[in-house]
């Protein structure tokens, strides 16, 4: 059985592009039982998401809680430097599986820019 349900679903709607994009009853599992759930405040420089506790890590739910348009968070890994590789939005939310041995980072565009990030054990 799994450990994990979860869906998503996309509706795009803008002049004469419409189309729904739609992800029901997906299942992932865990290794082990843990979850660590933390907010990070920001800065723009890269800071680190904490995984410190963690036997090993897996499916991870991270969600921008600025409200200012203007606001973005990256979210990225130290590869000798800071890499970006996606980009939220004010109050836009992303689901992925991490990997193991990844020093994962964040930055935001502002001071005091805050991430919320779930993650659970592999």
């Known amino acids: ?16 592009l419409d189309d729904t994009i739609s992800i029901g009853n997906s299942t992932a599992t865990m290794q082990e039982t843990g979850m ?49 590789f996606s980009e939220l939005r004010s109050g836009e939310a992303a689901l992925i599986r991490l990997a193991g041995g990844v020093d994962y980072q964040a930055k935001g565009t502002a001071e005091g820019d805050r991430l919320r990030v779930d993650i659970t054990e592999g």
Do not use: C, H, P
């Not at 450990?3 to 709607?13: E, F, G, H, T």
């Open 1 to 16: 059985m799994a450990d994990i349900s979860y869906s998503m679903s996309m509706r795009v709607s803008k002049g004469f």
């Open 36 to 84: 660590k759930s933390l907010t990070v405040t920001l800065s723009t420089n890269a800071t680190s998401i904490s995984t410190a506790n963690l036997s090993a890590v897996g499916m991870a739910f991270l969600r921008n809680l600025q409200t200012s348009t203007a606001s973005t968070v990256t979210v990225g890994v130290n590869s000798g430097g800071y890499v970006g």
